[in-house]
């Protein structure tokens, strides 16, 4: 049976996503609205690269939902994060895996249980009934039931009624549960009785297991040296699990259904009915371990600091399923809150070898052939309006005494793949794919320039969402992609690049045009910038949707100001690395 755990690229993007979920550095608590608008950023971008929830880099989105649920239990977002939760896992469940459906329905029901004023609630219940039908019809009847008696005018509750009626006509014999009294004397909960309320800070939101399907909970091992602490869970067979962070005071903790735990393992004291590991690191004090109900354990680790970690498990042949934990030490989660990516290996740094000289520049003008891109409302295009931009900037760096090559010369297709990699073989220095923006609020106006990166908000997802559409290629192989972005080694100069561009954009238009908006420096997971192995940037030069801009754009003057821009921009970043490596080299 396949189990869900995370694999080593998804642990990648789950990496990433705590960054992007977890508090702010500077002590700022997220709200709400910033928690459900990071984690649906992150929704939207794999609903794009993966519609099908195939991938379990999915889990990532759900521990971002998860986040907000736990943290702000009385936000009227909590309930629409909980429907998200179970329709991500319904979805991996019709995409095969087995161990999602629970978890599916476990979300459900706390919807139902903790929300039943919410709008989604009567939809989740009845999803929980039809759910139930082939289990048990006793109990599907009597969620149907509860159905009709809780939300009577609702379109749910005709679709209850007509369930009922055809399971009437199938049986019309009441049917008992066999299995109930048996569930109760294993000391399981049924499946309608309100679930036992955790903790707002340590929630859960799995299912407990039939106790005879359980694994075993072997032990606990730690490990510590000057960067981390390693906490390692062993089991005597593969188990899914849910975790999360809570703040106050810090702690991971982790849910493990279907499992039961081994009396006495190997240096645990017991306290208060746990068994209690004392670590002592200065980034683990302790790790718990109990049951937070039968068939459920629930491990709890206590950190001497708000810190970020790290997980991920292992199912090797002939060794024990093991939970891997890793803690950072305060000196190295420092550094991580501070500059969010992992330090430099040692060796000469990227920003430095860059100073050394810049002398080949790809342009790429964005979309060709038969995608048009984004069209305006008098028939221009922005396939056109790229190229004659990308040729004209091309000329300008030429002459500045830069080598300059272009994905496209002409009006011809190109998959956005194809982009980095002519860059790549071209051995270019710096990689800029230009494009024009489009919204559906016409009155956006303005310039941005994105890097590479994961979205951080609903805004960035949704233009990568637009220029990424089409990429089949890019579509079919999320989890290179994924691993291709947190991996970019080039994200700080990129970024620079990005600021030096953006910033000489609003500068330059402003001293010419009015209304020129900076609508700044953002990441996203822009396919055509994903393997470039230089500084590379995607420019959204204003809006083709926007009356104004769109008559602008088609004007040599406002061309040729943006492209002055865009050569200053890049002129600067460069003259700024040079310093940059003169100043380290004395």
């Known amino acids: 049976m396949r189990q869900h755990h995370l694999g080593p690229r998804a642990t990648l993007f789950l990496a990433a996503a705590i960054l992007l979920v977890a508090p702010a550095a500077r002590g700022s608590e997220a709200s709400p609205q910033e928690l459900f608008e990071r984690a649906e950023a992150l929704y939207r971008q794999l609903e794009v690269v993966d519609p099908a929830v195939q991938s379990e880099t999915w889990i990532a989105v759900v521990d971002a939902f998860s986040d907000l649920a736990t943290r702000y239990p009385e936000s009227p977002l909590a309930s629409e994060a909980l429907w998200r939760i179970g329709w991500i896992y319904g979805a991996r469940a019709n995409a095969g895996d087995t161990a999602a459906r629970p978890r599916s329905m476990a979300a459900y029901k706390q919807l139902v249980e903790r929300y039943p004023t919410c709008p989604r609630a009567p939809e989740a219940l009845f999803r929980l009934a039809t759910s139930a039908e082939s289990t048990s019809g006793t109990r599907a009847a009597r969620l149907y039931n509860r159905l009709l008696q809780q939300y009577p005018s609702t379109p749910q509750a005709s679709l209850a009624r007509n369930r009922l009626a055809d399971a009437e006509r199938r049986n019309p014999t009441p049917v008992t549960q066999p299995d109930e009294g048996r569930a109760r004397r294993a000391g399981a909960a049924p499946v309608e009785a309100t679930p036992e309320e955790p903790t707002p800070e340590e929630p859960a939101v799995v299912e407990a297991a039939p106790v005879e399907d359980l694994a075993t909970f072997k032990g606990v091992r730690f490990y510590s040296d000057s960067t981390h602490t390693r906490v390692v869970l062993d089991f005597d067979g593969s188990v899914a699990y849910e975790a999360g962070y809570a703040a106050n005071p810090p702690r991971v903790f982790i849910d493990i259904p279907g499992v039961a735990l081994a009396d006495g393992m190997d240096g645990a004291s017991m306290e208060n009915g746990e068994q209690v590991f004392q670590v002592g690191s200065n980034a683990v004090e302790k790790v718990r371990v109990g049951l937070n109900r039968p068939g459920v354990a629930r491990v709890v680790m206590h950190l001497p600091m708000s810190s970020r970690y790290t997980m991920f498990s292992l199912d090797n042949p002939g060794q024990p399923f093991r939970i891997v934990i890793d803690v950072p030490t305060e000196k190295v989660a420092a550094r991580i809150r501070e500059t969010r990516r992992p330090p430099e290996v040692e060796g000469t740094p990227l920003s430095r070898q860059l100073g050394l000289g810049i002398h080949r520049i790809v342009i790429d003008p964005g979309h060709g052939g038969q995608d048009p891109g984004a069209v305006g409302r008098t028939g221009v295009t922005e396939k056109d309006l790229t190229l004659a931009i990308s040729l004209l900037l091309a000329e300008k760096l030429r002459d500045s005494g830069y080598e300059v090559l272009l994905t496209r010369e ?41 890097y590479l990166n994961l979205a951080t908000d609903p805004t960035a997802a949704d233009v990568a969402a637009r220029e990424n559409f089409g990429d089949e290629a890019a579509l079919g192989n999320l989890d290179d992609v994924l691993e291709s972005i947190v991996k970019n080694a080039n994200k700080d100069e990129s970024s620079e690049l990005a600021r030096s561009i953006q910033d000489s954009l609003v500068l330059h238009l402003s001293k010419s045009f009015s209304e020129v908006r900076d609508l700044g420096v953002k990441s996203a997971p822009f396919f055509v910038l994903v393997g470039a192995k230089m500084p590379s940037v995607l420019v959204e030069l204003s809006f083709i949707s926007n009356a104004e801009e769109e008559k602008l754009l088609k004007g040599s003057r406002y061309q040729e100001q943006m492209v002055e821009a865009l050569l200053i921009g890049t002129q600067s970043f460069i003259e700024r690395r040079r310093a940059a490596a003169a100043s380290s080299s004395r």
């Open 410 to 450: 002409d009006d011809r297709t190109l998959d956005l793949a194809e982009r980095a990699e002519f860059a790549n073989r071209a051995d270019a220095d710096l990689f800029i794919s230009v494009h024009i923006n489009s919204a559906r609020n016409r009155k956006l106006r303005g310039f941005e320039t994105y």
